[in-house]
């Protein structure tokens, strides 16, 4: 007999921007994994299969949505399908390519009971075979994607080269069921709910800062005709996303890492304390920002090869003065994203919730516009066959974005870092970027090279 | 089970080295890998199985496996 369940709070995220803004396309994830080699395409459609029946979340399907807008999942025993090979060979070039692809990936699963989960395998220009990947972000997150596809070229050179057999995956829908029962528990649900309240009893209404400084809340006090109002519109109509990518030099890249290493920091606080700073000087001084971070929920092993969407985005709110020095910052921020951490089950539309009920906060408004992703692990994939073998693979932007700019920052093969900015082009400009990454290192480097350095002074010397 | 035994195998979820391969001098971060979202999870895992309440300035302070057990022995 079927089971259903409910969503995840990380899966009930999605699905609400899915309601919100009317379009599936919000939740796409799309990636190419390819080398530059030859490959048994026979060989890659049975480990393909063989994928969607060791990936659980492959095969999870959404029920049509109650009157409510809420859908229950289920899993699908088998899932049967014939996997299509697309020729791309005889384009000009990869770029080009991607490019095709990259329209792939504005596709969108319309539908109940369907799959949400695709695969197409590619013979791609200069020498490059692979497949690409299209699936609903309620699936599979980025790092699931990693560890599945890394997965899948285990399969495949285990039965063409003989290497050794995969590690077996855990079940999704074991994990799934603890998830569940997680959020159930009404002790823990009782002691997020109290970090979550306590911070708004202790610091109040939370303060909007956007990356264009305060004439966009300015903006939004007209618009409303609230001048105390705190928090400012969401585009929630014109969603095309721009890309912008900026890769950091790896000497560079290691002065910042060994500044997280000398000072027991991780790196995410460091882009936090970045970014907040940024928005602290454009906005007058500022102290009291937020910034969305999303977490990657993985910790035991189960969570890191169950596959399914464990990212989810918690406020990290900071109320930090000018006369901080820029270590201390960086420990405050730390600090509170550890306690985050403890209290990540919970579910942060509740959060958001909340502050409706205490502030009015009015609808399709936020308090911050930035949000940040950290990703430690490489996209490359991890396999002693494809030792020296030159790959290609690439994330594809669903095209649709929710959040006003999204900055992913991930590790390049090179030793350096790429800082990829996702901005919302209704209102931002690539410009807008430009200053952003500037500023964000300035500040970063000026911070690390003289840590005792007031954040004030940081900021009035950058 | 002893309590001790219950506590190394929850470790174990999160890490590399075996329940019988741990000591009470291993560092969570530099000796058994963990990072700071690894680190307050495991601490939550630890709240909801053993039933007890975690001070968040006193976790903070903990560095080695043998000063988690100690701090879980105090609570009960």
Redesign the interface.
């Known amino acids: 007999m079927r089971e259903y369940y409910p969503l995840t709070a990380a899966q009930k995220m999605h699905h609400n921007w899915i309601v919100d803004y009317g379009t599936q396309q919000v939740s796409g994830v799309s990636v190419v994994a390819s080398v530059q080699a030859e490959l048994d395409f026979g060989l890659l459609k049975k480990c393909i299969q063989m994928e969607i029946e060791r990936s659980g979340c492959t095969r999870v399907r959404f029920t049509k949505p109650d009157q409510e807008g809420n859908v229950k999942q289920y899993i699908v025993k088998q899932d049967p399908r014939d996997i299509e090979l697309k020729d791309l060979s005889g384009m000009g070039n990869l770029a080009e390519a991607d490019e095709l692809m990259q329209q792939w990936a504005y596709e969108t699963f319309d539908g109940d009971n369907i799959p949400m989960c695709e695969f197409t395998m590619l013979k791609l220009p200069e020498g490059y075979n692979g497949f690409f990947v299209h699936m609903d972000h309620r699936l599979i997150d980025s790092c699931g994607l990693v560890v599945m596809i890394g997965d899948l070229f285990q399969l495949y050179t285990y039965y063409k080269y003989g290497t050794a057999y995969p590690q077996e995956l855990a079940d999704f829908q074991t994990v799934l069921k603890k998830d569940l029962a ?1 959020a159930g ?1 009404e ?2 649900f009782a ?1 997020d709910k109290k970090f979550w309240d306590d911070q708004l009893d202790a610091l109040g209404e939370p303060l909007y800062s956007d990356i264009q400084g305060p004439s966009v809340l300015e903006a939004a006090r007209k618009r409303h005709g609230n001048p105390e109002l705190r928090s400012a519109d969401i585009e929630m109509q014109n969603l095309f996303v721009a890309v912008k990518d900026y890769h950091l030099e790896p000497g560079a890249t290691q002065n910042l890492i060994d500044f997280c290493m000398n000072h027991q920091l ?1 790196m995410t606080n460091l882009l936090l304390l970045g970014i907040r700073t940024y928005l602290s000087k454009v906005n007058d001084g500022q102290e009291d920002i937020t910034i969305q971070n999303f ?3 993985r ?4 969570e890191w090869t169950s596959g399914g969407s464990r990212t989810i985005m918690f406020p990290c709110r900071t109320v930090i003065s000018p006369e901080t020095d820029f270590l201390s910052a960086a420990y405050e921020i ?2 509170m ?3 985050i ?2 209290h ?2 919970y579910d942060p539309a509740l959060i958001m919730e909340e502050m409706r009920k205490r502030y009015n906060t009015p609808e399709h408004t936020s308090y911050e516009s930035c949000y940040l992703t950290y990703q430690p692990m490489p996209v490359k994939v991890e396999n002693e066959m494809l030792g020296t073998v030159r790959q290609h693979a690439k994330w594809f932007a669903n095209g649709a974005a929710t959040k006003k700019m999204y900055l992913t920052v991930s590790h390049t093969e090179d030793g350096g870092m790429n800082f990829s900015y996702h901005y919302q082009t209704a209102h931002l400009e690539e410009h807008d970027m430009e200053l952003l990454y500037y500023y964000m290192m300035r500040i970063l480097f000026k911070g690390i090279a003289e840590p005792d350095m007031s954040i004030g002074e940081i900021m009035e010397q950058i | 089970m002893s309590q001790e035994m219950e506590f190394k195998n929850i470790v174990a979820q999160y890490s590399k080295v075996a329940p019988e391969e741990m000591t009470n001098e291993m560092r969570f971060r530099e000796d058994l890998g963990f990072s700071s979202l690894d680190f307050m999870s495991f601490l939550g895992e630890l709240e909801d199985t053993f039933d007890i309440e975690l001070e968040e300035n006193e976790v903070m302070k903990i560095v080695t496996l043998g000063e988690a057990l100690q701090l879980l022995e105090n609570l009960q």
């Open positions: 997680k528990n002790k823990r002691k991780s977490i990657s929920r910790s035991t092993h189960e730390q600090n994203q550890n306690r951490y403890m990540s089950n």
